[in-house]
């Protein structure tokens, strides 16, 4: 055995990650790579040079690039030209990926209108999937009679209101391994979407549940990055709990997450109002990354002590940059990975952790005192 080198197992026990020595062999044979050299026994041999490029390979996998992306990426060399390039090829990929999942989600969506049908509409769902089998799609016809099974399921819709739970039951993957409150939560956060792959990206700390309890419980102040985010909040039962909402951004004109990015970094008594936070309380971020990113580093430099973080602003850089950073700060957080998000998830995600505590109260008559509770 040749000093220094190591062998494939001991090769995946240094990389890590969940490599295994079949996958080691498979990126050999697809050129991800190189061959190694082998021993007088034929073993595989691997160096320091070696290690370093499959801890690239399992970084770039985990973040999301397919096998094909990553041998771009490796392959490439520094010169600006080349760059361009690759900059060329993974744009192209992209578009190319973008529309596998359009393809992807004409099918789900053909699916979810079969399959998430309450009890009321499931006599004729099981009519469709009979007659289904028996068209002759290959004549005009046949097409003429695919879209009349259509028709006769949308007909249902007018006989009776949509039982959404019911839809949601044959769609959602199995949840049991979670806690009831986070069931009830991620099934609002599918139905504030309209979008089953959700569920997927959906980030809880495993303390994140007991922490929004006992902080809403001891009617802690909610703080949301804009008032287009404390507009969705739940007030009828916040001010029950006896929770006050501040707004950062509190800019009424401001309503959409270019605005508010662009406010919070233009006007600086936002971010210094971030900071006066009280202990304990509950952040909503919605909208703004910036909100998210400067949270962060008030948490990390001991600023600011929230219970909880709700972090779900939209952006396609740094609002996945801003999520990774809060998952990694050691509180309590609920957030959305990637670049999904918004303010009607986040205030979506903040309700039905209010809802677990609380039965909405019959008597609405208070609700004039919001406008003056609100303010803490």
């Given amino acids: 055995m040749n000093a220094g080198c190591l062998t494939i197992k001991e090769l995946t026990d240094a990389v890590g990650g969940g490599l295994t020595p079949r996958m080691v062999r498979h990126y050999h044979q697809l050129g991800l790579l190189p061959q190694p050299v082998r021993s007088r026994s034929n073993y595989r041999l691997y160096t320091k040079t070696d290690v370093l490029r499959l801890q690239r390979i399992v970084a770039l996998k985990q973040q999301g690039f397919q096998l094909n992306h990553i041998r771009n990426i490796l392959e490439v060399e520094p010169e600006a030209d080349t760059t361009v390039n690759l900059m060329g090829q993974l ?15 004409q099918t789900a969506s053909a699916l979810e209108g079969l399959l998430g049908r309450d009890r009321h509409c499931q006599i004729i769902q099981a009519e469709v999937l009979a007659q289904l089998k028996l068209l002759d799609v290959e004549t005009q016809a046949g097409l003429g009679g695919l879209e009349n099974l259509w028709s006769g399921l949308d007909a249902e819709i007018h006989t009776h209101s949509e039982a959404f739970s019911e839809s949601l039951q044959r769609l959602l993957p199995d949840l049991s391994h979670r806690s009831e409150i986070e069931q009830h939560l991620i099934s609002q956060l599918v139905l504030a979407c309209g979008d089953v792959s959700l569920v997927s990206f959906v980030k809880l700390s495993r303390d ?40 950062l951004i509190d800019n009424p004109h401001i309503t959409t997450a270019t605005e508010a990015e662009a406010a919070f970094w233009q006007h600086r008594e936002w971010r210094s109002k971030l900071l006066q936070v009280n202990p304990g309380c509950v952040l909503v971020v919605g909208y703004a ?25 939209i952006g396609f850089s740094h609002a996945p940059a801003a999520k990774r950073q809060l998952m990694q700060q050691g509180i309590p957080f609920i957030t959305v990975a990637g670049t999904l998000g918004g303010g009607a998830l986040a205030a979506t995600a903040l309700n039905a952790l209010v809802e677990s505590l609380i039965d909405k109260p019959d008597c609405h008559c208070y609700l004039k005192n919001i406008v003056d509770s609100s303010e803490c």
């Avoid at 909610?222 to 909040?233: E, K, N, R, S, W």
């Avoid at 998210?292 to 709700?310: H, R």
């Fill in 208 to 247: 994140a549940i007991a922490a929004s309890r006992e902080a809403l419980s001891s009617s802690c102040q909610i703080v949301v990055d804009t008032q287009t985010v404390a507009a969705a909040l739940d007030q009828t039962r916040l001010l029950h709990l006896g929770c006050c909402t501040e707004t």
């Fill in 289 to 313: 990354p910036s909100v998210l990113v400067e949270v962060c580093d008030a948490i990390s430099n001991q600023k600011i002590q929230p219970a909880l973080v709700i972090g779900m602003p």
């Fill in 91 to 105: 744009q192209q990929q992209y578009r190319a990926v973008m529309q596998q999942i359009s393809q992807l989600r």
